[in-house]
């Protein structure tokens, strides 16, 4: 979930129990995400925010995801 307002963006993940036995860390996903916006994440394997200092739009945010997903990052 992405939430814009003035100028910032908070980022929620969840990641269900089957993904996180595969592998997939919402902390770490989202500290990547964070990171190529200039921002900061934390969180569990299970479930992550993430704080931003600028609006993001959802389009940068999946595609920069995806990016990672793609990468093997997270």
Do not use: H, W
Not at 11 to 17: M, Q, R, S, Y
Not at 37 to 61: C, N, S, V, W, Y
Request: glycine share 20%; aromatic share 4%; charged share 20%.
């Amino acid at each position: 979930m992405l939430v814009a307002g003035g100028a910032a963006s908070q980022v929620f993940l969840g990641v269900t129990p089957d993904l996180v036995e595969q592998g997939v860390r919402a902390g770490g996903l989202l500290k990547a995400l964070a990171a190529r916006f200039g921002g900061g994440a934390g969180g569990r394997d299970d479930f992550a925010q993430a704080g931003i200092k600028k609006m993001i739009q959802t389009e940068e945010l999946v595609a920069a995801l995806k990016a990672i997903l793609a990468g093997g990052t997270g």
